[in-house]
C-alpha cells in the first residue's frame, strides 16, 4: 500500500476549464461551492484512514478505488470516471476513508470541503436521498461481485468487466481501455497471468485487439454472450 500521503492539488485557471454538465442535476447545488483542481496521473485523491474532508465529482479522467487485503494485496473495487463521484459515504457517516484512491489518468475534478457538503446536503433533501440511493446502488453491485467471484468462471468476469471497461471510456469519447494488465486482473479478482492468458485467448477468437497499452474490444455481441453464460 502507499504511503498515507495526500499530494498538493493544483489549480490552473488558464489551461483548465470545466463544463459542469457532466453531473446528474441533484449534485448541480454543489457546483457553486466547488474548487476546480487538477491531479497528475499518480497523485492520490486520499488513502485508507485519512480523515474525510471533501466530496469529489470527476468531470474528466480516471481513478481507481481499491482496498487491501491483511496480506496487503490490492483489490480494485471499482474505476471512477466523468459523471462519477466519491467522498459521500465517509462525511455522511463521519468516519475516516475506508478505501485508496488513486488517479489512473489525468484528471479535471470538482472538490467541495466537506462542511459545504454537509451544509448543502442538510438543506437539500433531494440531494441526500440521491446520495442515500447511490450507496444502496454500490453496496448492491459489490454483492453481485461477490457472487461473480464465487460462482463466475473468470472468462466470464474478464469479458463482463471489458464491456464495463468499455462504457467508462467511452464517457471521454475513448475506444481504447488504457486499463493496465496488473490493474485488470485486480479489478476482476484473479493472477495477472491468468488475465493475459484469457485476453489471448479472446483475440485469437478476434474479440479483442491487444496492444502494449491498450486494448480495443471488436466483438461485443460475443463478449456480451460470454459474460451471459455463466449468469
Do not use: W
Not at 26 to 47: D, H, M, R, T, V
Not at 202 to 208: C, D, P, Q, R
Amino acid at each position: 500500500m502507499k504511503n498515507d500521503v495526500i499530494p498538493h492539488l493544483s489549480i490552473d485557471n488558464e489551461l483548465f476549464k470545466i463544463t459542469h454538465n457532466s453531473f446528474n442535476s441533484p449534485l448541480n447545488s454543489l457546483i457553486q461551492y466547488a474548487e476546480e483542481l487538477k491531479f497528475n496521473k499518480g497523485q492520490i485523491l486520499f488513502n485508507v484512514g485519512n480523515i474525510a474532508r471533501g466530496f469529489y465529482m470527476i468531470d474528466s479522467g480516471e481513478i481507481k478505488v481499491s482496498k487491501f487485503g491483511v496480506d496487503g494485496k490490492e483489490q480494485i473495487i471499482k474505476i471512477l470516471s466523468k459523471g462519477d463521484f466519491i467522498g459521500h459515504e465517509a462525511l455522511l457517516n463521519d468516519h475516516r476513508f475506508h478505501e485508496y484512491t488513486e488517479v489512473l489518468k489525468d484528471a479535471d475534478i470538482l472538490y467541495v470541503s466537506g462542511e459545504d457538503f454537509k451544509k448543502v446536503v442538510d438543506n437539500d433533501p433531494a440531494l441526500m436521498n440521491f446520495l442515500v440511493q447511490d450507496l444502496c446502488n454500490s453496496l448492491n453491485k459489490v454483492e453481485d461481485k461477490l457472487v461473480s467471484s464465487a460462482y463466475e468462471p473468470v472468462r466470464g468476469r474478464l469479458a463482463a468487466m471489458l464491456l464495463e471497461l468499455n462504457t467508462i471510456y467511452a464517457k471521454d469519447n475513448n475506444s481504447e481501455i488504457t486499463l493496465s494488465r496488473a490493474d485488470l486482473a485486480k479489478l476482476i479478482g484473479t493472477a495477472k497471468e491468468t488475465s493475459i492468458r484469457l485476453l489471448s485467448e479472446f483475440k485469437s477468437e478476434n474479440l479483442v485487439d491487444l496492444h502494449d497499452h491498450y486494448i480495443i474490444i471488436k466483438d461485443m455481441k460475443a463478449l456480451n454472450r460470454i459474460a451471459q453464460m455463466y449468469k
